[in-house]
């Protein structure tokens, strides 16, 4: 069975690569490796751009997608989806290109590093929400029913009967600010049991998460936390970050 090998994991910051174009379809095209994270776990994939150098065509892509992947086991009985192949939607404008790309061309891929440092940064900001909402209702997280990172911001949709009521929005506020003022160092590693079964840690806390992330959580800055109602027995929480001047010196 065939699967992408995902260079994000490998070098976060790496921006290209040289690969080869394994399927086309209407839609884009799937590489035998790629730079670009697909949309997953809630955070919105990258976008960029595929170069073929012998006929010169550039297409843009505007999303990525993960397909076919398998369920394994990893630490306790925690389940999570890993290999599958990966995707690169092309927009529809230069779909009509595709027609220039053949099976075994080599390709460059580029992601926009811009885009991938602000959604780094909403999805380590994420997990200092869900830390703070951890403290603030411990056993909630058993019903999380999803998420969504962007750029400049976060959120985290609860199945709940109890309303967040202002103190306690106060309180996550407080308790998420404190892990950015704090500026402690984020790390990112794989399970022994797959290397496509990630961890986030910081600050003595562990986190499954597969996402690209910064390396420390003052690069946050501080967060704004607000509160929506969704429906009834469904809550909402959105940290939203501050206007920052983003830095994208390190990739390369």
């Known amino acids: 069975m065939r699967k992408t090998e995902k260079l994000y994991y490998q070098d976060p910051y790496r921006v290209s690569t040289t690969a080869t174009v394994v399927k086309i379809d209407e839609e884009g095209v799937e590489l035998d490796s790629t730079v670009a994270y697909p ?3 809630g955070q919105e994939a990258d ?4 170069e073929h150098p012998a006929s010169g065509t550039i297409v843009a892509f505007a999303d990525v997608r993960r397909r076919f992947g398998a369920d394994v086991r990893i630490e306790g009985d925690k389940y999570i989806n890993v290999d599958g192949v990966i ?3 092309v927009t529809e404008v230069d779909r009509q290109l595709l027609g220039g790309f053949s099976i075994g061309d080599q390709v460059i891929v580029r992601i926009d590093p811009l885009r991938r440092e602000k959604l ?3 999805h380590s900001a994420c997990h200092l929400l869900y830390l703070a909402v951890m403290e603030v209702r411990p056993g909630i997280e ?3 029913i999803g998420c969504h990172v962007r750029e400049g911001q976060a959120r985290f949709d609860m199945l709940t009967d109890e309303r967040f009521d202002e103190e306690e929005i106060s309180r996550i506020g407080e308790i998420a600010n404190r ?3 704090g500026n402690h160092p984020i790390s990112l590693y794989a399970s022994d049991s797959h290397p496509d079964a990630r961890f986030w840690a910081c600050a003595g806390q562990v986190v499954p998460c597969g996402g690209t992330h910064i390396e420390r959580t003052g690069q946050i800055g501080r967060l704004t936390i ?3 109602n969704i429906g009834k027995g469904k809550e ?3 940290c939203v970050l501050p206007e920052l001047e983003y830095s994208v010196a390190r990739y390369r």
């Open 39 to 41: 949309e997953g776990g």
């Open 47 to 50: 976008t960029g751009l595929i």
């Open 87 to 89: 995707s690169h939607i």
């Open 120 to 122: 780094s940064t909403s």
């Open 142 to 144: 058993q019903n999380l």
């Open 179 to 181: 892990y950015v003022d």
């Open 226 to 228: 607000k509160r929506k």
């Open 236 to 238: 909402r929480l959105i």
